[in-house]
């Protein structure tokens, strides 16, 4: 039995400076996982070899125990593995329905055809329709996405992430950006969309962190210092030093 | 219910699609001169071309400068194809010449489109100006096949006829081309309606993301230029058909500036758009031109202002103001509207004025000082004139800037007042 994502001395340079410095991660099938550290750490740099946006220098990669380290992004996403961006990320001409629709198309098989219309895809439909149900923003349905609101943008950066269903879902600080009433109930949806699935977050704030993870990755400077239990993390002496402890990296990490 | 379910009697849009039919069919009975008749067909032509344009530039945000590529090569495939035919070599019926013209476009887009697409916004651009300038030297090098000056020519009177039909009188020639018109524009209008089509658009909106829902940008790209370049040379073999002499002009980056500018100016944003372009097209290019020596100078300022106050083209604008008359309330603006044109008409006289005037003193000096311009006499090398049209043109502008800073208020208070229109009938 293989591990749903396995990161193996995972290496990347940006020319001299390493950001990442041998990071091994195995990520079981349906665990929640959030990614910590100070900034700069590298948490979405690992996000983005990962998903496929840079290569590594070196070290491996595998999703269901295969390696995908040199692989373009849309081959990541189609062996089942979905992002969503720190910075929102969403098609701002196409309403909120059609970006869901387009998110969704590849896994139904529709590929590259024009010999279909759209209109005809029962499927693509009745899906995107229950995802946008399901990131509240069916009364939303024909705005184009550029005239959402900021939380409602974010809302459906999810919805994009999880409509192709992935089951490896990797969401780079969901939350931020968001007032804390909105973060709670962004969480629990997030947790609600996510159920089953594996989860990788960036996150920073803790928490949401205590409350959405299983285990805890602390990230810093470019290695994971401990992955774990939430509780074990809290009371390692490495973590409490490093991040948690010192007064001025946590101002660091809040001040985000 | 839900927009998205089939629906067999769509009113509106079986309305329209009859609506263009019957203006396709009527129009030659409407305008039954010799020039209309020919400017008629050069319009369904220009209409597919820009439609096959819009498809890259509107549809997947790739800015082309070199579609007539396309459109010229399917010119000179189908001319050839033609002379074939009146040679015996080949037995194609004349009436699908043009999608001989079409599978050249895609054999073509096939072969360059890969390199092209590979890139994606600026490099885009650049590649597409690359090849164009390529295959226009290779037209001067390879006459055998791009006919040198002369160019290629032929003669549509071929093969077997059917019904009676030669294609030899004008007006079959443009049923023809009508009829290719109205298939082409029916099919390019159903491609933005499949999953390429609407990838597309997400290609357009945001590539990066479009990589991690499962698609390749540059395939997706590529299917689409492939598709563009099957209509633009659809449109090139009706062109071939259409003069009956194909030149190594047709591949020109004069041609390929064209289809941009009026695409854009017909509006990129609106399926329709580029069928106004077309229609502009032909109007510029035949009336406009016979008119003033100066016609690109006017089209380029026409130009200028449409990309500086209108970047959505002539189509946007349309669309609006059908927003504002679906609310009843156009009859608020009208006025400013009539006192818009009205200044902008007396700016422009001011400034037409002029610039005929250094046209007449760099080119037809010859003739003497006086020329005539809007049935006014007018001295090109006198102070009167000269004064007079400065006069005008200012009086012109400072009405006009007047009169558009009226309107940009009203214009801010009508939209103001619908958006409440909205939120009211949301809450109720």
């Known amino acids: ?256 | 219910m839900k927009s998205y379910q089939f629906k067999p009697y769509n009113v509106g849009r079986w309305l329209i699609w009859s609506l263009f039919a019957i203006v396709l069919i009527c129009a030659p009975l409407m305008f039954t001169s010799n020039l209309s008749g020919t400017m008629l067909a050069q319009m369904g032509i220009a209409i597919i071309a820009c439609l096959s344009y819009n498809i890259l530039l509107g549809q997947g945000g790739m800015l082309s400068f070199g579609h007539a590529v396309y459109t010229g090569l399917g010119s000179f495939v189908a001319i050839h194809a033609l002379n074939s035919i009146t040679a015996g070599t080949s037995q194609i019926p004349v009436s699908l010449l043009p999608l001989v013209g079409g599978f050249a476009g895609i054999g073509f887009a096939v072969l360059l489109g890969y390199v092209t697409t590979k890139k994606s916004g600026t490099p885009f651009a650049m590649i597409t100006l690359g090849v164009a300038e390529l295959v226009f030297a290779m037209s001067l090098m390879f006459s055998e096949f791009f006919g040198g000056e002369a160019g290629i020519s032929g003669n549509r009177v071929a093969g077997p006829t059917v019904f009676g039909i030669t294609y030899g009188p004008q007006i079959q020639i443009y049923y023809l081309i009508a009829i290719y018109t109205f298939i082409c524009v029916a099919l390019m209008y159903a491609f933005t309606q499949t999953p390429l089509g609407r990838i597309l658009n997400a290609v357009r909106d945001n590539p990066e993301r479009v990589e991690f829902i499962g698609y390749n940008t540059q395939r997706v790209r590529y299917f689409a230029f492939i598709i563009a370049g099957f209509f633009a040379g659809i449109s090139g073999g009706l062109g071939a058909l259409n003069f009956e002499i194909v030149t190594s002009e047709v591949v020109g980056a004069g041609r390929s500036g064209g289809y941009l500018l009026f695409t854009f100016l017909g509006g990129a944003t609106f399926f329709f758009g580029p069928i106004i372009g077309g229609i502009l097209m032909v109007l510029a290019f035949v009336l406009l031109s016979e008119l003033t020596k100066a016609w690109l100078l006017y089209l380029g300022l026409l130009f200028l202002f449409m990309v500086m106050y209108a970047p959505g083209g002539i189509a946007s604008l349309i669309m609006m103001n059908l927003r504002v008359a679906a609310f009843g309330k156009l009859k608020q603006i009208w006025v400013s509207y009539l006192g818009l044109f009205v200044t902008a008409f007396v700016a422009l006289i001011g400034a037409g004025a002029m610039i005929e005037m250094v046209y007449h003193l760099q080119l037809n000096s010859a003739l003497g000082n006086n020329l005539k311009f809007m049935g006014i006499v007018l001295n090109a090398k006198g102070v009167d004139s000269w004064f007079g049209s400065v006069f005008i043109m200012l009086t012109g502008l400072g009405l006009f800037e007047a009169m558009r800073r009226h309107f940009l208020i009203e214009w801010g208070d009508i939209q103001i007042e619908i958006e409440k229109e909205i939120k009211r009938r949301e809450a109720a």
């Open chain 1, 1 to 256: 039995m293989s591990y749903a994502l396995e990161l193996k001395d995972l290496r990347k340079n940006f020319g001299k400076t390493e950001i990442i410095r041998g990071v091994n991660l195995a990520v079981n099938a349906g665990e929640r996982i959030a990614i910590i550290g100070p900034n700069g750490a590298g948490k979405s740099t690992l996000f983005n070899l990962i998903s496929g946006r840079f290569g590594p220098s070196s070290g491996e990669i595998l999703l269901n125990g295969h390696r995908i380290e040199n692989k373009a992004p849309y081959e990541i996403n189609r062996m089942g593995l979905s992002r969503s961006f720190q910075i929102t990320n969403i098609f701002p001409k196409l309403s909120v329905f059609e970006n869901l629709r387009c998110a969704v198309l590849w896994s139904l098989g529709y590929k590259y055809t024009f010999l279909k219309f759209l209109s005809g895809l029962k499927d693509a439909n009745d899906l995107a329709e229950k995802y946008m149900a399901m990131i509240r923003l069916d009364k939303k349905r024909d705005l184009l996405a550029m005239n959402l609101t900021y939380a409602e943008q974010r809302a459906l950066e999810i919805g994009i992430t999880i409509a192709g269903g992935s089951n490896v879902i990797l969401l780079d600080e969901p939350t931020a950006g968001m007032s804390r009433s909105e973060t709670s109930r962004f969480i629990n949806l997030i947790k609600e969309v996510t159920v089953g699935k594996t989860l990788l977050t960036v996150e920073h704030d803790m928490g949401v962190v205590f409350g959405l993870a299983d285990k805890i990755a602390v990230v810093v400077y470019g290695e994971v210092i401990a992955f774990d239990t939430p509780e074990a993390v809290r009371s390692n002496a490495k973590v409490q030093e490093a991040y948690l402890g010192t007064h001025s990296a946590e101002e660091e990490a809040g001040g985000h």
